[in-house]
């Protein structure tokens, strides 16, 4: 299975100038990936980079801004700051330009450059990201059992299959629209149980998969059915040795 994507940190710490200059790679040392875990190169990152406007105004990059979850790591000092809202049912929402084997990261100071309120760049990218999801079938959701509980896995051709929460009546025609528990581990992953299944197994599972991914995302369980979303907080023992 291939799991995670948009990652960019990688071992070797290097700069790379590519296309007159216009566009710089740094790339920051950070833990190793777990082994079903798949990066992004740098060569990728960089092509992809090549392929973008020299100036990223609003018109030009709207089309592909998308909402991403927030990571438990912290970016490096170096980074600017993420623009972030907060939606209900209390999730901090942050924003990246899709540009394929990456993310670029939109700023506070890049929304007030293009005069976008933060408002109408959420609308943007959920409006962006269910147009996303039309593309995904249920044959795209792999099913199994984990410890005699029904699992399914659903990762996705956008990288952002964790915000898909976000578009909960979207999300129903891919995993169903009864009422059931949603683990997002990972940026480009989501995990389906039962509504029924117990609370520590379910912390247990999104550990077992977020610890392979150094850039894991904030423990949390998403409760989506009939077109609706709630937040619960994991299981007592997540985290715990």
């Known amino acids: 299975m291939r799991v995670g994507r948009n990652q960019r940190e990688r071992k ?14 740094q790339v ?9 875990v798949v990066s992004a190169s740098l060569e990728e990152v960089l092509a992809a980079l090549e392929t973008m406007p020299q100036e990223l105004d609003w018109e030009s990059i709207a089309a592909e801004v998308v909402p991403l979850f927030q990571r438990v790591r912290p970016y490096h000092e170096s980074m600017p700051e993420q623009l972030r809202v907060v939606v209900p049912p209390g999730l901090s929402v942050g924003f990246g330009v899709d540009i394929g084997p990456a993310f670029i990261t939109i700023s506070p100071e890049m929304a007030a450059g293009w005069g976008v309120p933060p408002e109408e760049i ?13 593309a995904v079938r249920t044959r795209d959701v792999h099913d199994g059992t984990v410890g005699g509980v029904p699992v399914r896995i659903l990762q996705s051709p956008t990288g952002s299959a964790s915000t ?8 129903g025609r891919i995993l169903g629209p009864h009422r059931q528990l949603v683990l997002a581990p990972m940026r480009n992953l989501l995990i389906s149980l039962p509504v029924t299944a117990d609370r520590e197994f379910a912390a247990w599972l999104f550990d077992e998969f977020a610890s392979q991914a150094p850039n894991c995302l904030a423990p949390a369980v ?20």
């Open 12 to 25: 070797q710490r290097r700069e790379c100038r590519k296309h007159r200059g216009r566009w710089t790679a």
């Open 28 to 36: 920051f040392e950070g833990p190793a990936n777990g082994p079903n």
């Open 122 to 134: 959420l609308g943007q990218a959920v409006a962006n990201l269910e147009q996303r999801m039309a």
């Open 164 to 171: 898909y929460v976000l578009a909960p009546g979207a999300l």
């Open 222 to 241: 998403f409760v989506v059915g009939d077109g609706t979303l709630a937040l619960e907080p994991l299981g007592a023992s997540y985290g715990a040795a």
